[in-house]
């Protein structure tokens, strides 16, 4: 069974920078979509970022110029590098993984951005 596990959060201060990863175990990728969603309390979980296996990407508006999504070439691992962080980015990252057989969800990963 294919898992997907997030890590890489923590506290950081506003204009800090942090760098998530997310890697797929249990069975050869053949994920077709990855990507980095996020969810504050109070708030629905919304996109970040995803990236395609064509090496497409696209990024939610408050975010674009700061954060990059990358992949490996096997799509087994994804990156989000986030960079000039604000408080408003604290939540917890959810790293999503697609294939056509269905969705993979990991646990998440609390990012925290505070003075």
């Known amino acids: 069974q294919v898992q997907v596990v997030e890590s890489g959060g923590g506290l950081v201060q506003p204009g800090g920078s942090l760098r998530l990863s997310c890697e797929a175990s249990?069975?050869?990728?053949?994920?077709?979509?990855m990507g980095w969603y996020r969810q504050a309390p109070g708030e629905q979980r919304e996109v970040v970022a995803q990236?395609?296996?064509?090496?497409?990407?696209n990024y939610a508006d408050s975010v674009k110029g700061r954060f990059t999504i990358s992949r490996n070439i096997h799509m087994t691992m994804v990156y989000l590098q986030m960079n000039n962080l604000k408080p408003e980015d604290t939540a917890v990252y959810y790293c999503?993984?697609?294939?056509?057989?269905?969705?993979?969800w990991g646990q998440g990963t609390q990012v925290t951005v505070s003075s």
């Open positions: 999503n993984a697609r294939s056509p057989g269905g969705e993979v």
């Open positions: 990236i395609h296996v064509s090496g497409n990407t």
């Open positions: 249990g069975s050869r990728s053949s994920f077709n979509v």
